[in-house]
């Protein structure tokens, strides 16, 4: 199991975290980006995996929606409690030109 960490790397701490995501994916695709609950236990979610649930997440937005302008806001509505899909849903509407407000049932309205 690899660890990518951006502290000795300026480059990295200076762009956009959906082009780190994906450096880190064709770097160390096996890497673990996070250790989560499963079915079976614990499974653990490489960079490779994370970052292709953000290119497709990306391309679904595309088709359906036409590419954003980056003004254009999308809502989510969520569960909340830590769910790995906030991730991947915030760094796909970007890389569709989109920004995100996450709804969840009985917060206030925020947009990210």
Request: glycine share 12%; hydrophobic share 40%.
């Amino acid at each position: 199991m690899g660890s990518l960490s951006i502290n000795g790397d300026a480059g990295l701490s200076r762009r956009l975290i959906t082009a780190v995501v994906d450096q880190s994916a064709e770097e160390e695709p096996e890497a673990t980006w996070i250790v989560a609950p499963g079915k079976n236990g614990y499974q653990h979610i490489t960079y490779r995996q994370f970052a292709n649930a953000i290119n497709s997440t990306a391309w679904w937005l595309e088709q359906q929606l036409g590419k954003g302008d980056t003004t254009e806001p999308l809502a989510f509505f969520g569960t909340g409690g830590g769910d790995i899909c906030y991730p991947i849903v915030l760094m796909g509407a970007v890389k569709a030109g989109y920004y995100v407000s996450f709804v969840l049932r009985g917060t206030p309205f925020r947009e990210f």
